[in-house]
């Protein structure tokens, strides 16, 4: 079935064959505070000339604020304003690569998503669809990309899913939610300044952020784990626990935030996530609710699975006095429980690693129902 293609290796892509996975790593990153201010100088040796356009794809939540004055346009560089409302869809990529073609007569010289996790995979699905025929829904899957994208740049302005350093790029097609899964698909430079994100509110700061600490958690317990990834999601797990923990400056917590999701990203890259991520795949296929809010939705009763994990996750829950929504299931018949519990269960990867080769003991349809039936 595709959708559990989908979520096999979402967010992580480990050797399941015996054969061990050659993983690209992005190439550039420069990290600092104000190091946006660095972008006209990154981009300009990329530029390929006057007419080949560098095109920044940027959340509409700055439109009118003063990063925009920041962004180095010169040239016919285009900015377009993109709403983070909804997940990204191939439809809206297909549609954002023939606005491109049309509106300039060379291919752009780059490619710049200023966002979070959407911006992101928006930026880097454009940027593999100008140098690709067909639809973006054509390339959902694993290595299907055949020539390289265009050259593209992530800055991310809220920290946690790590799509800053994966090699994925989750979108909605016509008929499955997958992610393009290429090598081509991962960012030639990354610019990390960890003031861009200093106007997320504290909600969505927490939402996303947990996303980051659930990777390390399920990444950390999983039976997938190797020396490469617990180095990197140890480290993504104590910047964690100091950002939710304890008592940082705003400017202190911003900067080992961003730090922890790219760790957190460079940990399930080589193992994989687990049941929070199978159950919260289920929620965002039939009700359509965003990965990070989801995924602390599931996590929050996952006590027998993680339990060390969800302690912690409660007592930084409280301390930023976050109320999670309540009754997201109440009104779900039993097909719609059925539907769920089917896509989760058919992510198997996810569970074995959680939960090791006899998942299938643990996690029954009816344990996963339940489950579902607490959110
Ligand atoms: P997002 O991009 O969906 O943004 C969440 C909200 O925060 C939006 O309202 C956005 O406008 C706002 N926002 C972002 N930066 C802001 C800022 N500096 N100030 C004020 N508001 C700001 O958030 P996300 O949680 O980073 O991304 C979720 C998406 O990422 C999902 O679509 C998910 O599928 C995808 N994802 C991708 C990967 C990958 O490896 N490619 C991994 C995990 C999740
Ligand atoms: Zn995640």
New binding site residues.
């Given amino acids: 079935m595709e959708i559990r293609k989908d979520i096999e290796l979402k967010?992580g892509t480990v050797a399941q064959t015996g054969h061990y996975r050659n993983f690209p790593m992005v190439p550039r990153v420069v990290f600092g505070t104000g190091s946006f201010d660095q972008l006209g100088d990154i981009l300009m040796p990329k530029r390929k000339s006057a007419d080949s356009p560098c095109i920044f794809l940027v959340?509409d939540?700055f439109e009118g604020s003063p990063l925009i004055g920041r962004i180095p346009l010169i040239f016919n560089d285009q900015i377009i304003f993109i709403s983070?409302?909804e997940?990204?869809k191939t439809v809206q990529v297909d549609a954002l690569v023939e606005r491109i073609k049309h509106d300039f007569s060379e291919l752009p010289s780059g490619i710049i998503g200023i966002?979070?996790?959407?911006?992101?995979?928006l930026a880097k699905a454009v940027a593999l669809m100008l140098t690709n025929k067909g639809s973006s829904s054509e390339y959902q899957g694993w290595d299907l990309v055949q020539r390289p994208s265009i050259y593209h740049v992530g800055v991310p302005?809220?920290s946690?899913?790590?799509?800053e350093v994966?090699r994925?790029?989750?979108l909605l097609g016509p008929d499955k939610k997958l992610?393009i899964n290429s090598d081509h698909t991962i960012f030639d430079q990354v610019v990390l300044d960890p003031d861009?994100?200093?106007?997320?509110?504290r909600k969505?700061w927490f939402?996303?952020g947990m996303?980051c600490y659930i990777h390390c958690v399920e990444s950390l317990s999983g039976t997938y784990l190797n020396a490469f990834s617990q180095s990197y999601g140890e480290k993504a797990m104590e910047l964690c626990k100091e950002v939710y923990l304890e008592n940082l400056s705003p400017s202190k917590s911003r900067e080992k935030l961003m730090m922890a999701s790219w760790h957190g990203?460079m940990s399930i890259a080589y193992s994989q996530v687990g049941v929070a991520h199978a159950m919260s795949y289920g929620l965002s296929y039939l009700l359509g609710v965003?990965?990070?809010i989801g995924n602390c939705l599931v996590f929050q009763h996952l006590k027998e699975f993680y339990p060390e994990g969800v302690a912690l996750f409660h007592k930084m829950k409280n301390k930023h006095q976050i109320e999670l929504p309540t009754g997201i299931c109440s009104s779900l018949t039993d097909s719609d429980f059925d539907a769920m519990v089917k896509v989760s269960l058919s992510m198997e990867p996810l569970w074995e690693n959680a939960l090791g080769k006899d998942w299938r003991k643990i996690a029954t349809p009816k344990k996963v129902k339940a489950i579902y039936k607490l959110i």
Wanted: glycine share 24%.
């Fill in positions: 967010e959340d939540v983070a409302d997940e990204p966002g979070g996790g959407t911006l992101l995979d302005t809220i946690g899913t790590g799509a994966s994925t790029t989750v992610g861009l994100a200093a106007g997320v509110d969505q939402y996303t996303d990203g965003r990965h990070g």
